[in-house]
């Protein structure tokens, strides 16, 4: 079982930065693939990014490639997401999710252990 926990988010202006955390209980942290998934009001769940449990393969949706930045630490048992120049379309609850190696890393559906989520609001 593992529990994860988001915190970071808040309300920026567009063009700003934030970093999102999301800390996971347990002692096999390093070999879940991290996952950062978000929703907006009235839409599904979109894919953010990935990162591999080494912490050497990262994925990112089109969407953010460039702007946003996933890692991990695995003696600290958390997940990063360092997210710049941010626009008001980036405004969703974000979740982060854990998974094992199967499965692709954009489903959301395959990922097993999902956190709270955090708001992001961008103002523009």
């Known amino acids: 079982q593992v529990q994860l926990v988001e915190s970071g988010g808040g309300l920026v202006e567009a063009g700003g930065s934030l970093r999102l955390s999301c800390a996971a209980s347990?002692?096999?942290?390093?070999?879940?693939?991290m996952g950062w998934f978000r929703q907006a009001p009235g839409k599904e769940r979109e894919f953010v990014a990935a990162?591999?449990?080494?912490?050497?393969?990262?994925y990112y949706a089109d969407s953010v490639k460039g702007r946003f930045t996933i890692s991990r630490d695995n003696a600290k048992n958390t997940v990063y997401l360092q997210m710049n120049s941010l626009k008001p379309e980036d405004t969703a609850v974000y979740y982060c999710?854990?998974?094992?190696?199967?499965?692709?890393?954009?489903?959301?559906?395959?990922?097993?252990?999902w956190g709270q989520g955090t708001q992001v609001t961008v103002s523009s």
């Open positions: 990162i591999r449990g080494s912490g050497s393969t990262t």
């Open positions: 347990g002692r096999t942290f390093s070999m879940y693939v």
């Open positions: 999710a854990a998974k094992g190696l199967l499965g692709s890393y954009y489903v959301g559906s395959v990922y097993d252990y």
